[in-house]
């Protein structure tokens, strides 16, 4: 396993929002991480990139406590797009795609030749180079995405965390987005962790997905074995069609009514 936990509980204070978290992850899988509002997706993404520490359990990257490794070590394996960024938005393209190069430097040590070629083959990656110049400001909601994930694939990571990627995307940005995270996995064995609101794109992008209800894992699995009317009256409280996506070979559903008042969120 590239990434697992044990026992993992996670909380905000003295509100417990994940508890016992069990989850093993293979190197070279895309993982994605459902469930209804409220119930741990991000405060999980969090504690697997180590900004938020367990009060209980342990998180292992390639075997060893994430908790005792280096951080700039972290930082060369792992590489996270919070949904909150705090960069300043009149950066140009280039300059937030170098700062991925930063875990790889020493103090006060200047780019070199390596790093101008990683960071040129990662704005060649998500055909961004006609962009370089551009501020941030200026971008669409698509081409901002993507230079982020430049930046990420700039640090040469072998895990990516991706926190809501398509969140306020129009629908051809968020396919953008998601068939890019597809080939960046395909060609370069990425091991991709995200969360995803959309359940029908989860099981059209994912190897495994985790289904989270009330702080734990309500279940795991492929799509196919996971996407059935029972899993999404118990989860998401919708009765629904499902169907077969022959061109993606991947279930999709189509929702007819919610099962229940709402209440769990």
Request: proline residues 4%; charged residues 30%.
């Amino acid at each position: 396993m590239i990434l697992n936990t044990k026992n993992v509980c996670l909380s905000y204070g003295k509100n417990e929002i994940v508890k016992d978290l069990n989850i093993n992850i293979k190197k070279g899988e895309v993982v994605t991480i459902i469930g209804p509002n409220g119930c741990g997706k991000s405060t999980i993404l969090k504690s697997l990139s180590r900004y938020l520490k367990p009060t209980k359990g342990r998180i292992y990257l390639d075997g060893e406590d994430i908790h005792k490794l280096d951080t700039k070590k972290i930082a060369k394996k792992m590489a996270i797009l919070p949904q909150v960024r705090n960069i300043p938005e009149d950066f140009t393209v280039e300059t937030l795609v170098s700062y991925g190069r930063f875990p790889h430097l020493n103090f006060g040590q200047r780019f070199k030749n390596k790093d101008y070629e990683i960071i040129e083959w990662a704005l060649e990656k998500t055909r961004m180079e006609k962009f370089r110049n551009r501020n941030l400001n200026a971008l669409s909601g698509g081409e901002r995405q993507r230079a982020w994930i430049a930046m990420a694939l700039a640090q040469k990571p072998e895990i990516l965390l991706l926190d809501e990627p398509t969140t306020f995307l129009d629908i051809s940005y968020q396919l953008e987005v998601l068939e890019l995270v597809k080939e960046l996995n395909e060609t370069l064995g990425l091991t991709i962790i995200m969360v995803l609101h959309d359940l029908n794109q989860a099981a059209r992008y994912s190897h495994k997905i985790f289904a989270i209800k009330a702080g734990r894992v309500f279940s795991c699995g492929k799509p196919h074995d996971l996407i059935s009317q029972k899993f999404l009256r118990e989860v998401f409280r919708i009765d629904a069609d499902i169907f077969e996506d022959s061109s993606n070979k991947c279930p999709y559903f189509i929702p007819r009514k919610v099962t229940a008042l709402k209440g769990e969120d």
